[in-house]
């Protein structure tokens, strides 16, 4: 029967192992050309809807269409990596944004059209990324994947800590067109390197006891009941929601600065804080045994929140950089428990159960960011963050609690008994 965690009792992996592999480094070019892409996209479409509609809201409401669709479109789009051979999801999914992306970058068409196009491309993310996380450890067998995870992780961390700069550089020197044209460009270079990098595969098929393939509504629904019925992937995919407690200093960095008496430049400064500190704690985390990170996911995960406690204090600039970015280091968990989640999942299910774990996140991030808001209007930025905090802590000690009950005694463990 399925036990639900891969075996931790496996060698630590080093990084020259790992790009050792051609097909990983692919996989990584091609998820490198993604962040790219997305901060291109967002960039040119702000501009873009706030040079037609001169409206700060409209350009917000499009800005947050780059996040709905993976809430909406995530656990319904990504079982496709599990029906069909994965390459070639990835190779029509970039395709089709590219051409999306492109056609939005046509200046004749209605602000109405660009923006279903928006969602359009968004929702074709989906499958993308499901099917690329699905390969991966196909590709990189055991530790090797933690850390070739690791690697695109802080390729996403560092994109935010250089914010959008760079891609408001080259909306400045190529207009909005010429920046939606570039991020096609991105999505076709994806495609390049994963259709003359990675292996053909056949679509991932079910064990001989499991019967004949489902539906795909059944599939779907048999996604979700595997996480809700295995106690282990239950409880990382409740790890990963602690997230939604510690990412509200991405909604509250404007007021909280403002509150201790900094303006835009100090909100820039600790927007940039966490995700500086979760490159560094992965890092860290990746120097550690298989075994060890395991064993530390529920402490990290409440150190991930304790800090966020002592904005109550109101302490200054300097120190809430400091707290907010030990947040980010310790939530660094999310590497070998998102890893551990996607390695214990049988392989024709492993689209399916990405799409669910990955909307449970959003989730929660979107839910805690909108409660935290409620709470700074209620009483104010520092003591919202507190409050948050505190109550991330205890579901990170409830979380903690229930992955210690379920994960397997380690062999290492056992032996020395």
Same mark, same amino acid.
């Given at each position: 029967?399925? #036990? *639900? $965690?891969?075996?931790?009792?496996?060698?630590?992996?080093?990084?020259?192992?790992?790009? *050792?592999?051609?097909?990983?480094?692919?996989?990584?070019?091609?998820?490198?050309?993604?962040?790219?892409? #997305?901060?291109?996209?967002?960039?040119?479409?702000?501009?873009?809807?706030?040079?037609?509609?001169?409206?700060?809201?409209?350009?917000?409401?499009?800005?947050?269409?780059?996040?709905? +669709?993976?809430?909406?479109?995530?656990?319904?789009?990504?079982?496709?990596?599990?029906?069909?051979?994965?390459?070639?999801?990835?190779?029509?999914?970039?395709?089709?944004?590219?051409?999306?992306?492109?056609?939005?970058?046509?200046?004749?068409?209605?602000?109405?059209?660009?923006?279903?196009?928006?969602?359009?491309?968004?929702?074709?993310?989906? +499958?993308?990324?499901?099917?690329?996380?699905?390969?991966?450890?196909?590709?990189?067998?055991?530790?090797?994947?933690?850390?070739?995870?690791?690697?695109?992780?802080?390729?996403?961390?560092?994109?935010?800590?250089?914010?959008?700069?760079?891609?408001?550089?080259?909306?400045?020197?190529?207009?909005?067109?010429?920046?939606?044209?570039?991020?096609?460009?991105?999505?076709? @270079? /994806?495609?390049?390197?994963?259709?003359?990098? $990675?292996?053909?595969? +056949?679509?991932?098929?079910?064990?001989?006891?499991?019967?004949?393939?489902?539906?795909?509504?059944? #599939?779907?629904?048999?996604?979700?009941?595997?996480?809700?019925?295995?106690?282990?992937?239950?409880?990382?995919?409740?790890?990963?929601?602690?997230?939604?407690?510690?990412?509200? $200093?991405? *909604?509250?960095?404007?007021?909280?600065?403002?509150?201790?008496?900094g303006g835009a430049k100090s909100a820039g400064l600790l927007l940039a804080a966490q995700p500086a500190g979760a490159v560094v704690g992965m890092w860290l985390i990746t120097l550690w045994t298989p075994e060890r990170r395991m064993r530390f996911l529920g402490p990290l995960a409440i150190a991930a929140c304790v800090?966020?406690?002592?904005?109550?204090?109101?302490?200054?600039?300097?120190?809430?950089?400091?707290?907010?970015?030990l947040s980010g280091a310790a939530s660094a968990y999310h590497l070998p428990a998102s890893a551990s989640f996607v390695q214990a999942v049988p392989d024709h299910q492993r689209g399916q159960a990405f799409g669910?774990?990955?909307?449970?996140?959003?989730?929660?991030?979107?839910?805690?960011?909108?409660?935290? *808001?409620?709470?700074?209007?209620?009483? /104010?930025?520092? @003591?919202?963050?507190?409050?948050?905090?505190?109550?991330?802590?205890?579901?990170?000690?409830?979380?903690?609690?229930?992955?210690?009950?379920?994960?397997?005694?380690?062999?290492?463990?056992?032996?020395?008994?």
């Amino acid at each position: 029967m399925f #036990d *639900g $965690v891969a075996d931790p009792a496996v060698a630590r992996a080093r990084w020259r192992d790992v790009f *050792g592999h051609a097909e990983f480094r692919a996989l990584f070019l091609a998820g490198v050309l993604s962040v790219i892409g #997305d901060q291109l996209a967002r960039v040119a479409l702000s501009v873009l809807v706030f040079d037609r509609t001169a409206s700060a809201g409209l350009t917000a409401l499009t800005y947050a269409l780059t996040y709905v +669709p993976d809430l909406l479109f995530g656990p319904l789009l990504a079982g496709f990596a599990d029906r069909y051979p994965r390459r070639r999801v990835m190779i029509i999914t970039d395709l089709a944004r590219a051409v999306l992306v492109a056609l939005m970058a046509i200046n004749a068409l209605p602000l109405l059209v660009v923006i279903l196009l928006l969602v359009a491309l968004q929702a074709f993310g989906s +499958p993308f990324n499901a099917a690329r996380a699905a390969t991966l450890p196909v590709v990189l067998p055991d530790d090797h994947y933690v850390l070739g995870k690791a690697a695109n992780d802080m390729v996403v961390q560092f994109s935010q800590v250089l914010g959008f700069g760079t891609g408001g550089l080259a909306v400045v020197a190529v207009g909005t067109s010429g920046g939606l044209l570039l991020d096609s460009a991105t999505f076709l @270079l /994806s495609a390049a390197f994963i259709a003359f990098g $990675v292996r053909a595969r +056949p679509a991932p098929t079910q064990t001989s006891e499991d019967g004949p393939r489902r539906s795909y509504l059944k #599939d779907l629904a048999a996604g979700a009941s595997l996480v809700a019925r295995t106690p282990s992937l239950r409880s990382l995919v409740a790890l990963a929601t602690v997230a939604g407690f510690y990412v509200t $200093v991405e *909604g509250l960095a404007v007021p909280y600065a403002a509150e201790i008496g900094g303006g835009a430049k100090s909100a820039g400064l600790l927007l940039a804080a966490q995700p500086a500190g979760a490159v560094v704690g992965m890092w860290l985390i990746t120097l550690w045994t298989p075994e060890r990170r395991m064993r530390f996911l529920g402490p990290l995960a409440i150190a991930a929140c304790v800090p966020l406690v002592f904005c109550a204090l109101q302490p200054g600039l300097l120190v809430t950089m400091l707290l907010w970015g030990l947040s980010g280091a310790a939530s660094a968990y999310h590497l070998p428990a998102s890893a551990s989640f996607v390695q214990a999942v049988p392989d024709h299910q492993r689209g399916q159960a990405f799409g669910v774990a990955s909307t449970a996140l959003k989730s929660s991030q979107g839910l805690g960011i909108l409660l935290a *808001g409620v709470l700074a209007e209620q009483f /104010s930025p520092s @003591l919202a963050l507190a409050l948050m905090g505190s109550a991330g802590a205890l579901a990170a000690v409830a979380a903690g609690t229930a992955w210690r009950r379920a994960r397997p005694i380690p062999a290492d463990s056992v032996k020395s008994r």
